[in-house]
């Protein structure tokens, strides 16, 4: 069974609001709630959003092989607990997960009977880029970081499973829906 839904994106495609809209409508998809070292935003909630802790802290969680994956993003570590993961398996439950496109492939790797892969982008580079300054949460030179990032990010959008282009919301969460399986 492909339990471990595992989704990445580039900044700005929408795949938190897809990952949410998913959740409302079937409820019983479980949340792999990452943690991070960032500081959280204004509309995050901790525990919610990310568990957000302190660099030293995560440290200490990778050295007690808590993550089955991690990597420092834009300056911060993201990681996502094994227990999340072990915990859906185990009950037989679907977990959604967002994660970087690294991370995603080693969780590909590392179950590869239940996880499946879906990379969401849109239909280009500069609608991404204006998505971007819409949020209103980045300096301009954190936006330029993130679009280095996403240069390398669609370098790997071959390597998942699934591709969904989300530039019409409804169909992009609708194609979501098919690919895991879930009746409408």
Known sequence: M???IVISAPSGAGKSTLCRALQEKYPEILFSISSTTRLRREYEKNGYDYNF???KGFKKKIQANKFIEFEEVH????????????DAIAN??????????KGALKIKK????QAVTVF??????????E???????????????????IVMELDY???FDYCIINDDFNRALNELIKIIGIEN
């Open 131 to 149: 998505r971007l300054r819409k949020r209103g949460t980045e300096s301009e030179e954190r936006i330029k970081k993130r679009m280095e990032r």
């Open 110 to 113: 590392a179950y590869p009977e």
């Open 75 to 86: 300056g911060y570590y993201y990681g996502t607990p094994k227990a999340n993961i072990d």
């Open 120 to 129: 969401i982008t849109l239909p280009n580079v500069s609608d991404l880029l």
């Open 92 to 101: 037989n439950k679907y977990l959604l997960l967002e994660v970087d496109v």
């Open 157 to 159: 959008k071959n390597k």
């Open 53 to 55: 802790i302190s660099e």
């Open 2 to 4: 492909n339990n471990l």
